[in-house]
């Protein structure tokens, strides 16, 4: 089967780090993706992984262990705008599809 | 460079009736992915278009159908609605199959199904 797993909802203060982390079992891998969804709007890309290790972008920065099916999303100097869902991808390398996981939606207070 | 465009953004339609939800993919994307999102969920893949042929489907049933133009525009289609079938719909453009970055998306159609 199919699975992604990530935490439904977490909260941080203004200028702190979050980790948000996201397990997968999938029968095909070829990539990994983390998009940010603002409610009602689409959702944006800001990291892509396909092999281990880090990958940093300004203040975000996502991680890949392929052996462990695990990756998560680093947010540092949280700001109030990064209050969002963030949502967890695993590429389908047979049909190329995006599988979800269900979203982490991110509190952030003054 | 323009982005993702969805029409209409929000439908409500009578169960058992008929809708098409379209979408004009990001200039230079030729391949279209279509999601089903509902509340507090993450998307659902429908089904994906790569130069006008159907290029991989989800779990979803006949009644829910597309089409690719050749400017890479599409729509879906779903016939019979269904209650649940009250959710967001989020079209994505990429260039090519396969790419490593570049499923662009849009802010999606709600529909809402009484």
């Known amino acids: 089967g199919q699975n992604i797993d990530q935490p439904t909802e977490m909260t941080a203060t203004e200028g702190a780090i979050v980790q948000i982390n996201c397990t997968y079992q999938?029968?095909?891998?070829?990539?990994l993706f983390w998009y940010q969804q603002h409610a009602g709007e689409a959702p944006t890309f800001l990291s892509y992984n396909v092999l281990d290790g880090l990958e940093e972008k300004g203040r975000f920065s996502s991680f890949l262990s392929r052996s462990k099916g695990y990756s998560y999303l680093l947010l540092k100097e949280l700001q109030m705008k990064d209050s969002a869902s963030y949502l967890c991808a695993v590429r389908d390398p047979s049909t190329d599809k995006l599988i979800f996981g269900t979203g982490t939606r991110l509190q952030v207070f003054p | 460079e323009t982005g993702v465009t969805q029409s209409p953004t929000h439908l409500i339609k009578t169960r058992g009736q008929q809708v098409t939800l379209r979408c004009s993919s990001q200039s230079g994307h030729n391949t279209v992915s279509w999601y089903q999102q509902a509340l507090g969920q993450g998307p659902q893949f429908i089904f994906q278009y790569y130069r006008e042929e159907e290029n991989g489907r989800g779990n979803f049933p006949p009644r829910f159908s597309g089409l690719q133009f050749p400017n890479y525009s599409s729509e879906l289609n779903v016939n019979a609605l269904e209650l649940d079938d009250s959710a967001l719909y989020l079209c994505?453009?990429?260039?090519?199959?396969?790419?490593?970055?570049?499923?662009?998306f849009g802010s999606g159609t709600r529909l809402t199904v009484v």
């Open positions: 994505a453009s990429s260039l090519e199959t396969g790419g490593g970055y570049g499923y662009t």
């Open positions: 999938t029968s095909g891998f070829n990539g």
